[in-house]
C-alpha cells in the first residue's frame, strides 16, 4: 500500500489531501463516482485510507478517461464490493464536508432522472465552481491617474490603451477602482502592462481587503401595512408555514403588491429559526424593487450573476452553516444549501428564464417545488400570469390557489388600446422596393410626445434584437418565410437579398406578392431601427436601449434602472427585459411596438407568450398617482391572446386557450420530450435521428406515447451542425423516464452523432 500523506490545506487549489495515483485498494474502501463528463454511469475507484472516511456527495477528482486528465467528480456510493480489478484510485478530495444533505442529494438524483441529464453533469450544477476555495484577504484594485485622454502620452501600445479605456470607462460609470482581475478580463491585457503603465505614473494599484460580503445589519422597518387582499393572502400562507410540503399560486395581478406578501413570509420562517429562498428570474436581481426588498430582510445571500467567485463560495458556506437567513438568486439558486429551509418562493413563476438551456436542462420552477415536497416545505409560485401548466395544477388541485386582484391602494389598471398598424401607419417613400413604413403609428408617436410634454416616462417595448426588415405584403399580409425552417427571413440592404437568420438559406427578393400580386412592403422590426425614429421624431429625448446587444453585465442593467429613476432617460426602449418586474412611478405610457412578433413564432405556447408579455409590459404603467395607458401595434387586432391582454383577462385568456390545448394534446394536457441529434455532417445527423427513433419506439412503445419524428427541427443547423429531433407527447412521464433513463447513455452511442433530451422544452426551435 503507498503511504500517501496527508498535504498542507492549498488555498490556491482548494486541495485538502492528495495521494498518489497508484492504487492502494487492497483491503481498502471503494466508491462508485460520477464524473462530470456526459456519462451515465458510475466509475469505481479506490478510496485511499488516508483522505479519511469517504463519504456520499463529496467532490473528487479522479483520473478519466484517455490520459487518465483529472476529472472532478462526486461520490455517489461509499461502500462498492472490491472487485477482481486493480482500481484507480481517487486523487484529491476538494472540501471537506459534503455539499449534499440527504435532501439536496435526493434532488440531484431526481433532477438527474426526471431531466434525462448525466448524474456528474447534474451534481456539477448544483455546486458553483469556487466552492470549497479560501477567499483571498485582499485584492488588487486599479484606478486611473491621468485622469483624462488628453493626458495620456503617445507611443502607448494597443494593450496599454485598452487598459486606459477601460478605466475611463469605469471612471464615467462611476466604478472605479476596477478589480485587477476584471480589468484584465475586459482588456485581455497581462498584470505586465498593467504594472508599466503604473510604473508611468499613469494609473495606480493598491491593495485593498476584499469587501466582506454584507449579510449583517438590521432590516429596514414596514414602509406600510398589508392592504385586505395582501392580509388575507399572507395569512393563508402563513398558516402552511411550518405544516409540512404545500405548494400555493399566488396569482396577483401587476402592481398588487405581492412582494410585500412574500416579505413577510419570510420574514416568519426565519423568526421561527428557517431559511428561505427565493427564485426571482435574473434580469429582476439588478432591479431597485429586488435591493429595497433585500434591505427589509434579515441576513441575505444575494446569488447575482455578477458575484465573483470568491463571493459565491463565501455566500455558500453562510447558507450551509446558517449565517445566512435567505437566499435570494436565479433558477440555480434553487440548489442554495440551506439545511433548515423552511419556505421557498418563485416570484414571477411563468418566465421562460426558469428553465435552463444547457444540460441539465431543467426548469428551476418545478425542481424548486420537487425541493419544497422532499424537504417537506410550503412553496409559493407568484405572477400576474400564471404559466398554464401551474393553472392546470390547480385545477388538478395539486397547487392551491391564492388571489391578489386588485392593484394596492386602489389604483386603477392601465387602459389598453390597441393600434392596427397598418391603418395607424402614414406611408413613406424611402428608396427601396415599394414604400417603406414607419414603426411607430400616428397614434402611438402622438402619445410618447404628450407624456414627454408632461415630463412623464415611456417604456416602449420591441421584441425584436437589430434591424430586421422583413418582406410583407400589406394587401394579404403575405410575410416571406424561409422554406427550409419556416422563420421569417430578414432583408439585407447590403446585399439585395432575403436571408434566413436560422439556417443561412438566400432568396432573391419577389418582384411582387407570389399570393395576391400586391406591392411588397419592407417592414423593418428590429428595435435599432426604433431607437432611430425615436431620435428622429423626438431628439430632445433621451434615450435608452435595453437588449441583448446594449446589456452585456449586471452593471449595465443597474446603471439603466438608475437612469430611469432618476429621470435622467425619458424613454426605456427594450426588448422583453423591459417586461420584467420594473416599478418606476412616474412610467405613465407603455408602448408596444408589434405584438405580433411572439404571434409569429411557431410554437404551440405563442399565444401565452404574446399574453404574458403584453400583460406583463402593460404592468409597468402607472404604478403610482399617474394613471398609466398602454397602446399595442399590431397586424392582429382579433388575435385572443392580444384581446385578452388589452382587457387584462387572464382567466378569460386561459379559459380560450386550455381546450385548444386539450385538443392538440400538447401541454399542460401531457408532457413533452424532445430528443434533439446533432451532427457536422446531414447524413449522418438524418441517420442518427432514425436509429434513435426506432431505439425509442423499443424503449417506450406506443402505448402511453404520441412519437412525432424523426424530423428535422425547426430550425435544421446551427452553427454548422445539422439537426433532428423526435418528440414524444405523453400522459405518463414517470414511465417513460423510467425506461429511457438508463438507457440515455446506449442511446448516444448507438445514435453515433450527439445526442441530447430536453424534458419539458420551453424552446421547441
Ligand atoms: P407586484 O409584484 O404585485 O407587481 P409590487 O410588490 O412590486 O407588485 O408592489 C407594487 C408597488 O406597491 C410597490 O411600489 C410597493 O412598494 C407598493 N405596495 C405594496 N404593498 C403596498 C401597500 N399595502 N400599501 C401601499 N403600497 C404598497
Ligand atoms: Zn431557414
Ligand atoms: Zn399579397
Redesign the pocket.
Known amino acids: 500500500m503507498t503511504t500517501a500523506r496527508p498535504r498542507r490545506y492549498d488555498a490556491a487549489m482548494g486541495k485538502l489531501f492528495e495521494t498518489s495515483e497508484a492504487s492502494d485498494a487492497a483491503g481498502g474502501r471503494v466508491v462508485a463516482v460520477a464524473v462530470s463528463a456526459g456519462v451515465w454511469r458510475t466509475f469505481d475507484y479506490a478510496w485511499p485510507a488516508s483522505l479519511g472516511e469517504p463519504q456520499r456527495g463529496r467532490r473528487v477528482r479522479v483520473p478519466f478517461g484517455r490520459g487518465d486528465r483529472r476529472t472532478l467528480g462526486f461520490v455517489a456510493e461509499t461502500d462498492r464490493p472490491p472487485g477482481e480489478r486493480t482500481l484507480k484510485s481517487v486523487a484529491e478530495v476538494l472540501e471537506d464536508d459534503t455539499q449534499f444533505d440527504e435532501t439536496l442529494w435526493k434532488l440531484g438524483q431526481w433532477v438527474s432522472h426526471y431531466y434525462l441529464a448525466a448524474p456528474g453533469v447534474t451534481l456539477s450544477a448544483m455546486v458553483p465552481a469556487a466552492v470549497g476555495r479560501h477567499r483571498p484577504r485582499s485584492e488588487t484594485v486599479v484606478s486611473l491617474k491621468a485622469a483624462t485622454r488628453r493626458d495620456w502620452p503617445g507611443g502607448l501600445g494597443a494593450k496599454q490603451r485598452k487598459v486606459l479605456d477601460e478605466l475611463y470607462e469605469a471612471r464615467k460609470q462611476g466604478v472605479e477602482p476596477l478589480e485587477l482581475s476584471e480589468l484584465l478580463r475586459h482588456s485581455s491585457a497581462g498584470r505586465d502592462t498593467v504594472r508599466r503603465l503604473a510604473a508611468r505614473d499613469l494609473v495606480a494599484m493598491a491593495e485593498r481587503p476584499v469587501h466582506l460580503v454584507e449579510l449583517a445589519g438590521e432590516p429596514e422597518p414596514d414602509?406600510?401595512?398589508?392592504?385586505a387582499d395582501?392580509h388575507a393572502a399572507f395569512e393563508t400562507i402563513r398558516a402552511k408555514l411550518g405544516a409540512g410540503y404545500s405548494a400555493t399560486l399566488l396569482y396577483?395581478?401587476?402592481?398588487?403588491?405581492?412582494?410585500?406578501?412574500?416579505v413577510r413570509c419570510i420574514r416568519d420562517v426565519v423568526a421561527a429559526g428557517r431559511q428561505a429562498l427565493l427564485l426571482v428570474p435574473e434580469i429582476a436581481l439588478a432591479t431597485q424593487?429586488l435591493q429595497?426588498l433585500v434591505r427589509r430582510l434579515p441576513r441575505v445571500a444575494v446569488l447575482h450573476s455578477g458575484l465573483s467567485d470568491a463571493d459565491r463560495a463565501f455566500y455558500w458556506r453562510q447558507i450551509r452553516t446558517g449565517a445566512a437567513s435567505v437566499v435570494v438568486g436565479p433558477r440555480s439558486a434553487v440548489f442554495a444549501p440551506a439545511r433548515r429551509l423552511g419556505l421557498i418562493v418563485v416570484?414571477e413563476e411563468h418566465e421562460g428564464s426558469y428553465k435552463q438551456d444547457t444540460a441539465p436542462r431543467y426548469h428551476g420552477r418545478d425542481v424548486a417545488v420537487k425541493r419544497a415536497a422532499l424537504a417537506g416545505v410550503p412553496i409559493v409560485l407568484?405572477s400576474?400570469t400564471p404559466s398554464l401548466e401551474s393553472l392546470a395544477n390547480v385545477r388538478r388541485e395539486r397547487y392551491d390557489l391564492c388571489r391578489?386582484p386588485h392593484?394596492?391602494?386602489g389604483l386603477p389598471m392601465p387602459a389598453l388600446g390597441v393600434v392596427h398598424l397598418r391603418k395607424d401607419m402614414p406611408a413613406r417613400g424611402d428608396g427601396g422596393p415599394g414604400p417603406r413604413i414607419e414603426l411607430l403609428g400616428r397614434t402611438l408617436t402622438r402619445k410618447i410626445a404628450d407624456t414627454l410634454d408632461r415630463d412623464e416616462q415611456v417604456i416602449l417595448l420591441m421584441n425584436r434584437r437589430g434591424y430586421a426588415s422583413h418582406v410583407l405584403c400589406p394587401k394579404c399580409q403575405w410575410l416571406m418565410t424561409c422554406d427550409d425552417c419556416t422563420r421569417a427571413m430578414v432583408f439585407h440592404q447590403a446585399t439585395q437579398t432575403v436571408v434566413c437568420h436560422y439556417c443561412g438559406r438566400t432568396a432573391s427578393l419577389p418582384a411582387a406578392c407570389p399570393a395576391c400580386g400586391g406591392k411588397l412592403l419592407l417592414f423593418g422590426l428590429g428595435i435599432q431601427r426604433i431607437e432611430n425614429e425615436l431620435a428622429r421624431k423626438f431628439p430632445a429625448a433621451h434615450v435608452a436601449r435595453m437588449d441583448s446587444d446594449t446589456m452585456t453585465s449586471p452593471k449595465q442593467f443597474q446603471k439603466v434602472f438608475d437612469d430611469v429613476r432618476s429621470g435622467a432617460v425619458d424613454i426605456l426602449l427594450g426588448t422583453q427585459m423591459v417586461a420584467k418586474?420594473l416599478?418606476f412611478?412616474r412610467v405613465s405610457l407603455v408602448g408596444v411596438a408589434s405584438a405580433d412578433t411572439a404571434l409569429a413564432v411557431d410554437d404551440f405556447r405563442a399565444s401565452e407568450r404574446t399574453f404574458q408579455l403584453i400583460v406583463q409590459v402593460a404592468?409597468r404603467a402607472g404604478?403610482?398617482e399617474r394613471p398609466g395607458e398602454v397602446v399595442v401595434q399590431t397586424l392582429h387586432e382579433d388575435e385572443p391572446a392580444v384581446r385578452f391582454a388589452t382587457s387584462h383577462d387572464y382567466l378569460g385568456f386561459a379559459k380560450w386557450e386550455l381546450p385548444l390545448r386539450k385538443e392538440a394534446g400538447v401541454p399542460p394536457f401531457s408532457r413533452l420530450m424532445r430528443f434533439v441529434v446533432r451532427h457536422k455532417d446531414a447524413d449522418r445527423a438524418h441517420a442518427g435521428a432514425t436509429e434513435l427513433g426506432r431505439l425509442l419506439g423499443e424503449l417506450v412503445g406506443d402505448a402511453a406515447v404520441r412519437r412525432f419524428g424523426p424530423q428535422p427541427a425547426a430550425v435544421k443547423k446551427i452553427r454548422g451542425q445539422f439537426r433532428w429531433e423526435v418528440q414524444l407527447y405523453t400522459d405518463r412521464p414517470g414511465a417513460v423516464q423510467d425506461r429511457v433513463a438508463p438507457h440515455m447513455e446506449d442511446l448516444t452511442r448507438r445514435v453515433k452523432a450527439d445526442l441530447y433530451a430536453d424534458v419539458d422544452p420551453l424552446n421547441l426551435l
Open positions: 414602509p406600510f401595512e398589508l392592504n395582501q396577483g395581478v401587476t402592481g398588487s403588491g405581492k412582494t410585500e406578501v412574500y424593487t429595497r416570484d407568484g400576474a391578489l392593484r394596492v391602494q418586474g416599478d412611478p404592468g404604478r403610482a
